[in-house]
C-alpha cells in the first residue's frame, strides 16, 4: 500500500510544550502528587500514557473538588488554559502552578480582560464549554457572548462598543461567516482572527490531498475540536474517510486500498501517526494501546 502524509500533521507548538512541561513535572515531582486541571490535551492515548507515570485530574468544572490540594501538590494548567476564578482558588491552597497555557490562547485572555474593562462586549467565536472558550469568558468579565454558527451570528444583537476574536481551533470559515455578519450590522467592531495557524496549515494540507487517494484516515482524539474540524473537512475531499484515534481502529476496508493519505489532529503525537502508517504498509490490525 502507498500511503500518503500531509505535509503538516500532528503536535502543534502549544501541545508539544503541554506535554513536555507533563513530563518534566513527572520527572522532577520529587514524591510530590502532579495534578493537570482537567484533560492536558484531548489525546487519550497521550493521557492514558501521563496517567500510567502517575498524572491524576483535577474537574476543572468544580473546584469544591479542590480541596485534596495542599503545598505538596503541583497543579498543571492545560494548553487550553482556565479562568481567573480559578486560579485564584487554586492559589489558596498555595500549591504550585505551572501555566501550559498556549500562548495564543494567552493573548485572547489578554485581549478579552483589556477590552471588556473598556466597556466593550466581547463576542468570541467558538465552540460553547469548549475548555479555551470558557476560559476567555472568564477574564471578560461578564462581557462576553459565545457565537458558534453564522446562524446565531444572524439572530445576535451587537453593541456598539464590541470587538471579536476566535477560540483557537475555530473553524476559518465559519470565522469568516460570522465576522461579516457582525460587521454588517456594526462596521466599527473590532475583529481579531485569532484562530492558529497550525489548525489552518493542517487543514490546508489535507485540502492539497484531494484526489491524490483512494481513502483519508484522520487521526487524533475524538472529542478535539481540531480533529474534528480536520474530519469534516477529509469528508468533504474523500467520501471514504475515517476518524480513529490509533491504528486498531484503521477500518478493515482500508486496508484492501491502493492508496490511502492520512493527517493528524493537532494533539497526536508522531508515535501514533507512526503506528498508524505502519499498519496500514503492512496490512496489519493492531491491538488497542
Known amino acids: 500500500m502507498n500511503v500518503i502524509r500531509a505535509k503538516i500533521l500532528g503536535y502543534c507548538m502549544g501541545v508539544r510544550r503541554a506535554v513536555e512541561g507533563a513530563e518534566k513535572a513527572l520527572d522532577d515531582s520529587q514524591g510530590k502528587t502532579v495534578y493537570t486541571l482537567g484533560p492536558l490535551i484531548h489525546n487519550p492515548s497521550v493521557m492514558n500514557a501521563l496517567q500510567s507515570r502517575g498524572l491524576k485530574i483535577l474537574d476543572a468544572d468544580d473546584v469544591g473538588k479542590f480541596s485534596s490540594l495542599d503545598e505538596q501538590s503541583i497543579v498543571l494548567i492545560r494548553a487550553h488554559g482556565t479562568t481567573p476564578d480559578v486560579l485564584e482558588r487554586l492559589r489558596s491552597f498555595k500549591v504550585c502552578i505551572k501555566d501550559s497555557t498556549c500562548p495564543r490562547v494567552h493573548i485572547s485572555q489578554k485581549r478579552a480582560a483589556e477590552w471588556s474593562a473598556k466597556g466593550f462586549t466581547v463576542i468570541i467565536a467558538g465552540d460553547k464549554n469548549h475548555g479555551e472558550v470558557t476560559g476567555i469568558q472568564g477574564f471578560a468579565n461578564g462581557r462576553s457572548v459565545v457565537v458558534q454558527t453564522k446562524e446565531e ?136 494501546l
Open 153 to 288: 451570528a444572524s439572530s445576535l444583537q451587537v453593541p456598539e462598543k464590541s470587538v471579536l476574536i476566535a477560540q483557537t481551533t475555530f473553524s476559518p470559515l465559519e470565522f469568516q461567516a460570522i465576522s461579516g455578519i457582525v460587521l454588517k450590522k456594526n462596521p466599527n467592531v473590532q475583529v481579531f482572527n485569532s484562530i492558529c495557524p497550525a489548525t489552518m496549515e493542517r487543514q490546508k494540507a489535507l485540502l492539497e490531498l484531494k484526489g491524490m487517494s483512494d481513502a483519508i484516515i484522520v487521526i487524533g482524539g475524538k472529542n478535539s475540536a481540531n480533529t474534528r474540524r480536520l474530519y469534516e473537512i477529509a469528508l468533504s475531499v474523500c467520501p471514504r474517510a475515517a476518524l480513529i484515534e490509533d491504528a486498531s481502529e484503521i477500518p478493515e476496508e482500508f486496508f484492501s486500498f491502493k492508496t490511502v493519505a492520512i493527517t493528524a489532529g493537532a494533539s497526536t503525537p508522531d508515535s501514533i501517526i507512526n503506528q498508524v502508517e505502519k499498519a496500514l504498509k503492512e496490512g496489519l490490525n493492531v491491538p488497542s
